[in-house]
């Protein structure tokens, strides 16, 4: 599977050369930079023609590098552009992204992190890496283990509250301090486990960082 790298762009190419060089470029099949729809600037275009330069050394063939204009100044509009174009991506057989948010706009990073957020995950894989200012490092980050709009019953925010207090607890302890029948909390764990809330080891259940995030959120 090819690997489409989606990046906001400003004056400086070198978050996106960074994320070329981590993904090793063998894998990207194409490169789409993501600017304000105002006319570029003359910098911005020195930045795509050195991207250009960069991806030819890798193979990446100059059309498979792209400039979309976002219509920054209008927030949903904007996040709804950058969502159909990881749609239009999707359509033509693409599901692996690696999105490169260390430059450009503030307002265009933020609406290409609400994009990649609310774009429907179940058969696309995103990753998110951000490079921290002033030092050669990054952040990764895996959409499906932040846990926005997610809606927990009462019984599994009950669940995820006893795994907190009592971490690698097993089944049927926790089915005894629940005092609720083990199949009902088995088939529940199950859907915790999908939702990236709860993991398994040797039988025994913890939780997740995103499950203590969403604890926080809901138990504030």
């Known amino acids: 599977m090819t690997t489409i790298l989606l990046a906001t762009l400003g004056f ?3 978050h996106v050369i960074r994320s070329l060089l981590a993904m090793g470029m ?16 003359e910098r911005t275009r020195k930045a795509v023609q050195e991207i250009k330069n960069i991806a030819g050394l890798a193979g990446i063939k100059e059309e498979n590098i792209l400039l979309h204009r976002v219509d920054v100044e209008d927030f949903w509009t904007a996040v709804s552009q950058i969502m159909d174009i990881f749609k239009k991506e999707i359509l033509r057989g693409n599901s692996k992204f690696k999105i490169s948010l260390g430059g450009g706009l503030r307002a265009l990073v933020i609406e290409a992190y609400t994009a990649a957020l609310l774009i429907k995950q179940e058969n696309i894989d995103i990753d998110i890496r951000i490079d921290i200012e002033a030092r050669d490092k990054s952040i990764e980050i895996d959409p499906k283990n932040i846990p926005i709009c997610e809606t927990p019953t009462k019984l599994e925010l009950e669940i ?9 607890i097993t089944l049927t302890k926790l089915s ?3 005092e609720k029948p083990k199949t009902t ?19 025994k259940y913890i939780l997740t960082t995103k499950a203590k995030t969403l604890l926080k959120i809901y138990r504030a």
């Open 26 to 41: 063998g894998g990207v099949s194409k490169i789409v930079l993501l600017v304000p729809s105002w006319d570029i600037d």
């Open 160 to 168: 995820l509250e006893k795994l907190q207090e009592n971490p690698g």
């Open 12 to 14: 400086d190419e070198r």
């Open 176 to 178: 005894k301090i629940l």
């Open 185 to 203: 909390i088995w088939k529940t764990v199950k859907k915790l486990e999908e939702k990236h809330l709860v993991e398994k080891k040797d039988n």
